[in-house]
């Protein structure tokens, strides 16, 4: 069946450095992947799609890659700042088309 | 804009009650959904709908019910709570299915004790 890893331990970086987050999916090849900002207490927030012909998106100070034959994207922040903490979620859309096969997520946190 | 909009917050219901969460959207989106979050867990996708009077199941459908009367509403139903429905409740729409990010609601926050 499909299956949909993130890094599991939280990510401790310095502000100023780059964040690598990891997404990795087995047993089949999603046509396009989506990346989500959840804080605390509240829904998540859509960042980024990314389509399996797409290498690589950016948008302002995030960038994200898709790798089809790893079977994995990465989601980047550049220039990371405390207010970047967060736990970010991948998001690949499922087997049948559609609907969205969530990660549990990987807890990002910037110190100053 | 209100968005995705969802009530209760929060709330404790006792084992073998009844409730029903409410969610509301003003995007005229024709897709809505609703999943559960479990603590280091990812979204589970309950129920979602793709327009007026159309519902399906999604992957852990049991013990809850949806109806989609208009493009606005999506209540999910909880008819007999039990203790493994503990869990933060997210309902989200998109304008359709393929390629479309989903906006969310901040939650319902449920405990069955």
């Known amino acids: 069946s499909q ?54 998106k950016r948008k302002e100070r995030l960038k994200v890659t898709f790798d089809t034959t790893l079977k994995q994207s990465l989601f980047h922040i550049t220039a990371s700042q405390p207010a970047d903490s967060a736990t970010y979620l991948c998001a690949p859309v499922g087997v049948e088309g559609g609907k969205l096969i969530f990660g549990q997520g990987t807890e990002l946190s910037v110190k100053p | 804009n209100a968005g995705v909009t969802q009530t209760p917050k929060f709330r404790i219901l006792k084992i073998g009650q009844s409730m029903t969460l409410q969610c509301t959207q003003d995007m005229n989106h024709n897709y809505m959904y609703w999943y559960r979050q479990d603590p280091g867990m990812g979204l589970k996708l309950i129920y979602y709908s793709v327009g007026a009077g159309i519902t399906d199941k999604g992957e852990v459908p049991n013990g809850y019910n949806v109806s989609r009367s208009t493009t606005e509403d999506f209540p999910l139903r909880l008819e007999l709570a039990a203790p493994s429905q503990t869990s933060v409740y997210f309902c989200a729409s998109s304008p359709d299915r393929v390629n479309q990010p989903q906006h969310f609601g901040d939650g319902t926050r449920l405990s069955i004790l």
Request: aromatic share 12%; hydrophobic share 30%.
């Open chain 1, 3 to 56: 299956k949909i890893e993130q890094n599991s331990e939280a990510l401790n970086i310095q502000e100023g450095k780059t964040a690598t987050l990891t997404c990795n999916y087995t047993n089949y090849s999603p046509a396009y992947l989506q990346w989500y900002r959840q804080d605390p207490g509240r829904g998540p927030v859509f960042l980024l799609l990314i389509r399996e012909n797409e290498k690589e």
